[in-house]
């Protein structure tokens, strides 16, 4: 069980790093999305912002897969402990056992040992329905997603996209044609 218990800490490290590696992964997918977009290269963009969400909800899953693990190997090295325990715990039955024998230990031990596996079938069967569930939702990049990715990187570092995106207005096209219509309002009032 020991050993175990070390592949699931080794196991948990190396999902920690490669949710580093994907977090990494996302900055340098940012990094060519604003260059693109700097650039008018409005194709490259989205395919840039599409990498950088799928590398930033892979960061997230390796992160839940992580912390499942540390969760299943907490409960080993528990099991590990309560081994010690109940070796300790059986030489000091053997000595109780004339005082206690109106109690059938034997019953107890069965009830708590069916109690356990039951309590770890449960378990495996949740993480099972969240692993199914999240590779459901992580299988597609939504657009509007990447279009406020964009837009995102954009203002971050100062970038203009004009009307290439379509979705996203300008602010002084808008002030414009707000001032026209104020001073169309004003000439109407002063004919009046």
Sequence with gaps: MENQLFQLKFTSKQLEKQSKKSESNEKVQKTKLKKAIEQGNMDGAKIYAQNAIREKNQSLNYLRLASRIDAVASRVETAIRM???TGSMANIVKSMEKSMRNMDLEKITQV??????????LDVQSVYVENAMNQTTTLSTPADQVD????????????????????VPNEKVQQVETDELAERLNRLKQKS
């Design 148 to 167: 406020l990715l964009i837009s995102q990187v954009a203002d971050e570092h100062g970038l203009s996209l004009g009307m290439q995106m379509g979705a």
């Design 112 to 121: 708590m040992d069916q109690f356990e596996r039951q309590f770890e079938d």
């Design 83 to 85: 081994k010690a325990v």
